[in-house]
């Protein structure tokens, strides 16, 4: 998803963050059903939030959008499946 940065590095980045700034807050958002996400990514996820603990977190469903990097990849994934993770 061209992120850019790695997971370690994002968790001590995040670390020296709450580190070097009491009662900072960090929240963010991310995407389920992405075309490209596997199952395996999916936990990888889901354990990283656990990990972390954020203070605020949003998460909203992959959609089509024109004029992006992702529109060519479609929308295979069924809205189901993005919502519960696994399908059910």
Known sequence: MRR???QRATLELLGKLRKRIPGV???TTFITGYPAETEENFK???QFIKDFKFDRLGV???SVEENTSS????DPVP???KIAGNGE
């Open 4 to 6: 850019g940065i790695t």
């Open 79 to 81: 809205e189901k499946k």
């Open 25 to 27: 807050t960090i929240r």
């Open 71 to 74: 529109f060519i990849l479609g």
């Open 44 to 46: 990888e996820l889901l």
């Open 60 to 62: 909203f469903t992959f």
